[in-house]
């Protein structure tokens, strides 16, 4: 069992690398699902000048987040329906 971690930390360490290789950010601090989530939320937030409550927040998760990129191309809500924008008001 301790070669096969080995051999999978090596994997993973190889891969991390070539994502920095990339200019990707590593982000140690982003280990758990939760703190993830966090980030994206934040990341959203600030790209898109909102703030998202927690339910719109969920509502955006379940819309974007799907097994497989087929099923995520097709959904049927479109993102302007979850977030209407302010002036239609």
Sequence with gaps: MGRGMTKE???EQNFINKLIEQKYTYRPDIRTRDALNQNFREKFQELNYVNLSDAEFSRLIEQIISADVFTAQ???EP???LFPSKEAD
């Design 9 to 11: 930390n090596h994997i």
């Design 74 to 76: 097709y959904k049927k």
């Design 79 to 81: 993102m302007q329906q």
